[in-house]
């Protein structure tokens, strides 16, 4: 009888696949719908984050776009100072990804969050605008956000290994929604910014706390909305997806429905409703280059009141959420968000 075997690489697609859909989830809990062993998955996951592969991280959740500030940033440079501009506002704790791109007009792509418009303004008018090599600065503030990182799942599961997860998934329990991060709450933040798996004793000792309280703090964080977790991965994991960011106009009435159909499709990593003379904007990872312009005329089919009006391919993320990058996608290091 012929046995099948699970070769590394595949674990590992399945591995960040669930850790996707249960980012804090323990070894024992996602052996049995992996059909492996905790100490294979323990092993692994430390193969991955050791070598910048893979990490969990923490983010603004669902409830941050409510109160807070989301917007996406066009930098245009001068010839010859991309790499130099990225690397210099790659330190910028508000600025969450950094995209550098094929296009002049938008060299860099940037994605800001920040607490309110306020610190939004003064980073674009006293930072962004000073930094020398930055010829134009283009600030389109999202309204809503229809997908985004954290729902966005790598589909190495099938529907059964899914199934077994969400059942392990819906026993777990929140308590009650906190309005405000007080200063433990956010102590506990930016611990789990840098790593999202920390044990709930190691998350105490660094700060300051007992497992429990910093276990119920979690929670209670994570059930207002203002934060969620999520599970990323350098490129060449995945084969190298082409990232591409298309800009759209839309009569508003349709807006909601447009970004429906963009969050629908497996490779959209984002869709938004945007300011600016392009309300719509969406990312999404595509096999190849040829995909861009069979995916723009598949979506000229179904969205036929949709324009797209640009097409900003990604040569490389330096930042990704905080976390600074190489070449290959690979984490280096971490500027943690502070958007809370």
């Not at 607490?115 to 930055?134: I, S, Y």
């Not at 207002?224 to 990232?243: E, I, N, Q, T, Y």
Request: aromatic share 4%; glycine share 8%; charged share 25%.
């Amino acid at each position: 009888m012929k046995t099948e075997t699970v070769t590394a690489s595949e674990l590992d697609l399945s591995l960040v696949h669930a850790l996707q859909v249960r980012p804090r989830a323990t070894w024992s809990e996602l052996a049995g719908p992996l059909g492996t062993t905790a100490a294979t998955l323990a092993q692994r996951w430390e193969h991955l984050r050791r070598g910048g592969d893979a990490w969990v991280h923490a983010v603004p959740g669902p409830g941050y776009s409510r109160t807070r500030c989301s917007a996406f940033v066009l930098l245009s440079c001068a010839p010859g100072s991309r790499a130099r501009v990225a690397a210099e506002v790659c330190r910028y704790e508000e600025v969450a990804t950094v995209e550098l791109t094929a296009s002049a007009r938008a060299g860099l792509l940037l994605d800001v969050l920040t607490p309110d418009f306020a610190t939004l303004a003064r980073l674009l008018t006293e930072r962004l605008d000073t930094v020398p090599g930055v010829t134009a600065v283009d600030c389109r503030i999202a309204t809503s956000l229809h997908m985004e990182g954290t729902r966005w799942r790598l589909r190495s599961l099938d529907p059964a290994q899914l199934a077994r997860l969400g059942a392990a998934g819906a026993r777990e329990s929140a308590d009650a929604p906190l309005s405000e991060p007080d200063a433990l709450d956010r102590r506990l933040i930016e611990a789990l910014v840098r790593d999202g798996r920390l044990s709930w004793t190691a998350l105490a000792e660094r700060c300051g706390a007992s497992p429990a309280t910093a276990r119920r703090r979690v929670r209670r964080l994570t059930a207002s909305g203002l934060l969620a977790f999520r599970c990323d991965m350098a490129a060449g994991l995945m084969g190298g997806p082409v990232p591409v960011t298309f800009l759209g106009r839309v009569a508003a009435r349709d807006i909601g429905g447009v970004e429906g159909v963009l969050a629908a499709l497996p490779e959209c990593r984002l869709a938004a409703a945007v300011t600016g003379p392009d309300n719509v904007l969406a990312t999404l990872w595509l096999g190849d280059v040829g995909e861009i312009q069979r995916r723009e005329a598949h979506l000229a089919a179904r969205l036929p009141g949709l324009t797209v009006t640009d097409r900003l391919v990604g040569l490389r993320t330096a930042k990704r959420m905080g976390h600074l990058l190489d070449e290959a996608g690979r984490r280096t290091g971490t500027v943690p968000i502070r958007p809370w």
